[in-house]
C-alpha cells in the first residue's frame, strides 16, 4: 500500500512550476468556495439574536439624593435610576402609549370615574418578598399624607385607591379623568420597607440610596468621597424579573456637577456615554466614531410667556410680536436644527411637519400693526424679559432682542439662576415677560397650564391666561376617551390659542444622550420624562450569538 504523504510529495516533486502554482490556486479555490458554502448555510438556516453580558458605564450630570418614587420631581438623577429600579403599573411604550407593566389588565368605568387594575401574577420585590395590591395602596397613600411631603401630592387629590383583593386595586375618582392612565406610570413603593418608619422621616431613610424595588435592575453599591458626595452608583440585573431579563448585566453610573466635566470624562474614556447632550456639541458627537447620539422627544413646548395682567400686552401687541419671530430661523441658527418649531400650542398627534408648523413670521405686518398703535423708535415698545440662566436660553433669548429690534420693540433681559428664578420669579408671577419651557407629557392635559384657576402658583397658567371657552375645552379634554373626538377637542383648543396668542410658542427641543455605538435595542422615541428612555432597558444588549431558525 503507498502511504498518501508519500505519494503527495513525490507526485509534487514532479510538478513543474506552473503546475504548482496551479494546484496552489486550485486548492485555495476549493477552500474559499467551501468557506463561502459554510457561511452560506450558516446564515440561511441561523439567525443572530441578542445575547446576555456586559457592562454599561454612563454619565450624569447631577447626582442622586432621593431614589425613591414618591420624592422625584426635579432631579434627573433620581428618575434616572428609579425608572430603573422600580416599576409602575403602566409605562410609556415610546410611540405615544401605554403598555401595562405591574399591570395584567384596567377595566375603567363608563363614567371614567373608576379604574380597576388587576396585577400580574408572581410579583415579588427584590429581597423576595411578594409585591401585592397592599404595596400600590401603600404608595398612594404615603403620596397623599401631608407629612410625607411628595411633591406628587396634587397629582394624587382626590383619588381613593382600594384594595379589592392582594392582585387587585381600584381607583375612585371625585371627577372624571380620561388621561388617569398616564398617572398609572407612577412607580410602587415596597410597603414592608417603609410602613415601620414615621412618615416625616421618610425622605432621611437609608433606602433612598439604597433602594428596594422590583424593577429589571436592583442596587448593588454606591462610592462617596469623603464629604459623602455620591460618585458613582452600581446596578446589576434582576434575574428574577417578572418580565424578560435585562440583556446587560451591570450598569455604572458617575456623577458630575457640570456638563464640562462629564464630557472631559466621556473624551477620557472613563464612562462610554452620558447625558443630557448640549445642542452646541450636537455635530461634534454627530460625526464622532463609535457612538451614537439618539434623541427623544419630551412633549412641550419653550414660550415667551406674557404677564396678562400688564395691560402693555394687548392683543394687538401679542399679535405683532409673534410676526416677528422667524422659528425656522431661530430653530436653524440658534437650536442647530435639533428642535422643531412651533406657531402654536403642541398637542397630538405631536406633529414635526413643517407644513403644520408653519411660521407666521412677517416684519412687515408687525411694523404695520406696532405703527397703528404708536410704537417707533422714538417711542419703542419696551419690557423686561426674565431668562433662566443656560446657554440654550440666553441663546435664544439674544435672538429674540435681535428679532425684536427691528421693529422697535425694546426688550431689557433679566437672567436669574433656576431656583431663584422658580421661587422669587414664577411662584409670585413678578415678570412681565418670560422665556420658560413646560413639558405636557404625552397625556396632553393641559389643565394645570392654562386652565384660569391655575394662574396662582402651584397652578403653571405662567400668562395669567383666563378665556372661558378654553377651560370648557380643558375640562371636556378629560372626559374624552375616543381618539377622533379628542382631536377635535385638540383642534378647537389650539383655534383659541390661534385666535388669542396669550404666548409667543416657539419650539420644542428633543432630548439629546450619548450611547456607546456597541449598544444595540434602544428605540424610545417619545415619552414624558428624559428618564423614561430607559423603559426599554430590557431590549438593550452588546452582543450576539446565532441559533438554528
Not at 437672567?415 to 428664578?421: G, P, T
Request: with cysteine; hydrophobic share 40%.
Amino acid at each position: 500500500m503507498i502511504r498518501l504523504p508519500s505519494f503527495f510529495k513525490k507526485a509534487w516533486l514532479r510538478f513543474s512550476l506552473f503546475e504548482k502554482i496551479l494546484c496552489i490556486f486550485f486548492i485555495a479555490g476549493i477552500i474559499i468556495g467551501l468557506v463561502f458554502l459554510l457561511n452560506t448555510l450558516v446564515l440561511k438556516y441561523t439567525e443572530e439574536i441578542p445575547k446576555s453580558g456586559g457592562t454599561l458605564k454612563l454619565g450624569l450630570i447631577c447626582r442622586p439624593s432621593l431614589v425613591n418614587p414618591i420624592y422625584v420631581s426635579t432631579n434627573e438623577c433620581d428618575r434616572d435610576l428609579v425608572e430603573l429600579i422600580f416599576d409602575g403599573l403602566f409605562a410609556v411604550d415610546g410611540n405615544g402609549g401605554l403598555v401595562p407593566r405591574l399591570a395584567d389588565k384596567v377595566e375603567i368605568s363608563d363614567d371614567l370615574k373608576t379604574y380597576t387594575v388587576f396585577l400580574k401574577n408572581n410579583l415579588f420585590w427584590h429581597d423576595g418578598v411578594p409585591l401585592t395590591s397592599e404595596d400600590v395602596i401603600f404608595t398612594i397613600e404615603a403620596i397623599q399624607n401631608p407629612k410625607v411631603k411628595s411633591p406628587l401630592r396634587l397629582n394624587w387629590e382626590g383619588v381613593v385607591a382600594e384594595p379589592i383583593s392582594n392582585s387587585v386595586i381600584r381607583f375612585n375618582l371625585k371627577n372624571p379623568y380620561g388621561p388617569f392612565l398616564n398617572n398609572l406610570t407612577l412607580k410602587i413603593l415596597p410597603e414592608h420597607i417603609f410602613k415601620n418608619i414615621e412618615p416625616e422621616n421618610f425622605a432621611l431613610a437609608e433606602y433612598n440610596l439604597k433602594p428596594i424595588g422590583s424593577g429589571p435592575y436592583l442596587f448593588e453599591s454606591l462610592e462617596k468621597d469623603k464629604s459623602g458626595k455620591i460618585l458613582s452608583y452600581w446596578l446589576v440585573v434582576n434575574k428574577d424579573y417578572y418580565l424578560k431579563p435585562a440583556m446587560i448585566n451591570n450598569l455604572i453610573f458617575n456623577f458630575y456637577d457640570s456638563y464640562e466635566k462629564a464630557k472631559e470624562s466621556f473624551l477620557k474614556q472613563e464612562i462610554e456615554g452620558f447625558s443630557p447632550v448640549a445642542l452646541e456639541d450636537f455635530d461634534f458627537f454627530k460625526n464622532k466614531k463609535g457612538v451614537n447620539l439618539k434623541k427623544m422627544i419630551i412633549p412641550g413646548y419653550y414660550a415667551v410667556f406674557y404677564n396678562l395682567k400688564n395691560p402693555l400686552f394687548t392683543l394687538e401687541v401679542r399679535q405683532a410680536l409673534d410676526l416677528l419671530v422667524d422659528r425656522n430661523e431661530l430653530t436653524a441658527v440658534v437650536l442647530k436644527n435639533q428642535t422643531f418649531p412651533l406657531n402654536n400650542i403642541f398637542l397630538p398627534p405631536f406633529s414635526l411637519s413643517k407644513e403644520e408648523n408653519q411660521s407666521s413670521f412677517s416684519l412687515e405686518k408687525a411694523k404695520e400693526i406696532l405703527n397703528k398703535l404708536n410704537y417707533s423708535e422714538e417711542n419703542p415698545l419696551k419690557f423686561k424679559l426674565y431668562i433662566p440662566q443656560s446657554p440654550e436660553m440666553i441663546n435664544v433669548s439674544n435672538f429674540l432682542i435681535n428679532s425684536f429690534k427691528k421693529a422697535s420693540v425694546e426688550i431689557e433681559p433679566v437672567i436669574v439662576e433656576a431656583e431663584k428664578l422658580a421661587q422669587e420669579i414664577i411662584d409670585t408671577r413678578s415678570y412681565e415677560a418670560l422665556l420658560f419651557g413646560e413639558i405636557i407629557g404625552q397625556g396632553a392635559d393641559i389643565y394645570s397650564f392654562w386652565h384660569s384657576s391655575q394662574i396662582n402658583s402651584p397652578g403653571l397658567n405662567l400668562s395669567l391666561y383666563e378665556n372661558k371657552n378654553l377651560d370648557q375645552l380643558i375640562e371636556e379634554n378629560r372626559l374624552i376617551v375616543d381618539a377622533q373626538k379628542k382631536q377635535e377637542n385638540f383642534n378647537k383648543i389650539k383655534e383659541i390659542f390661534e385666535k388669542d396668542k396669550p404666548a409667543i410658542f416657539l419650539y420644542n427641543t428633543y432630548y439629546l444622550y450619548l450611547l456607546p455605538a456597541k449598544i444595540k435595542g434602544s428605540n424610545i422615541n417619545l415619552a414624558n420624562f428624559p428618564s423614561e428612555r430607559f423603559t426599554d432597558i430590557s431590549n438593550w444588549y452588546i452582543y450576539t450569538q446565532r441559533k438554528f431558525r
